[in-house]
């Protein structure tokens, strides 16, 4: 069997749950495997596949291509997002990121503003999976959602999944640069930080607003001119660990 889902040309999930669940790759198999036989973990596929056989429209097609691209041992940095684009073709499995064909949403933006203010330049396009092959994990909260539904999966359980996948990543003794945009994503600071060995490098923890519109250019944090990209790049580079946010 391929390790690769079905795609169809919408973006939309084809499979069952438990047919990706099956092919998360070793590193990230423990983790994953702890969270899918728990109470919520078989809540939330049995929820998502009856979604689903209902007719109901899920994206994203590749749920886990976030652990797929980017290896637990490989992981340099951390993007946390929201739940995925909710339209036809958006969501990619990773976080903020699109194909490159598509309109630029407006957060993954203004987070393109801030990299040419802070760094001089963007990457080549709105598809982020330079970055996730890097070692950036681009991990949304919640992994699926329907079409037209923003958070429309919020709270059945994705959640828990994400906060083991975030504690696997601070209890590795590498150095790892943390970007937390919103108060969703600073809800994990606390887990980060109690997680994180004794003796190792203290992890590179940085917020601000979200990149959204609606926030960017609020106080107290604004996302734009945070410089969290070249703050993590030279973090990164000091503990031998580049990342290339223009590539």
């Not at 637990?72 to 490159?100: M, R, T």
Request: charged residues 20%.
């Amino acid at each position: 069997m391929s390790d690769l889902p079905l795609f169809p040309a919408d973006g939309r999930l084809a499979e069952p749950l438990s047919a990706l669940l099956d092919r998360v790759p070793d590193g990230w198999r423990p983790i994953v495997e702890r969270w899918r036989v728990s109470e919520a973990g078989r809540a939330l596929v049995a929820y998502v596949d009856r979604r689903v056989a209902d007719g109901a429209t899920v994206y994203p097609v590749d749920v886990f291509r976030a652990l797929r691209l980017t290896p637990l041992p490989d992981v340099k940095a951390v993007i946390v997002g929201q739940d995925p684009y909710h339209g036809p073709g958006q969501a990619q499995g990773l976080a903020f990121s699109v194909p490159s064909g598509l309109k630029t949403p407006p957060s993954l933006r203004n987070m393109f503003v801030e990299l040419r203010r802070d760094l001089g330049g963007a990457p080549p396009g709105n598809d982020l999976s330079g970055w996730a092959r890097q070692g950036v994990l681009l991990l949304n909260t919640c992994l699926t959602v329907e079409d037209g539904q923003p958070a429309s999966h919020a709270r059945r359980g994705w959640e828990g999944l994400t906060e083991q996948l975030l504690q696997a990543v601070a209890a590795r003794p590498e150095p790892c640069a943390y970007l937390l945009w919103g108060a969703h994503a600073q809800r994990f600071e606390g887990l980060i930080r109690a997680t994180a060995p004794e003796g190792a490098p203290a992890p590179l923890i940085l917020m601000s607003n979200h990149p959204s519109p609606l926030s960017a250019r609020r106080p107290p944090v604004p996302f734009l001119g945070n410089g969290h990209f070249g703050e993590a790049a030279r973090y990164l580079a000091a503990h031998g660990r580049p990342v290339d946010w223009l590539g």
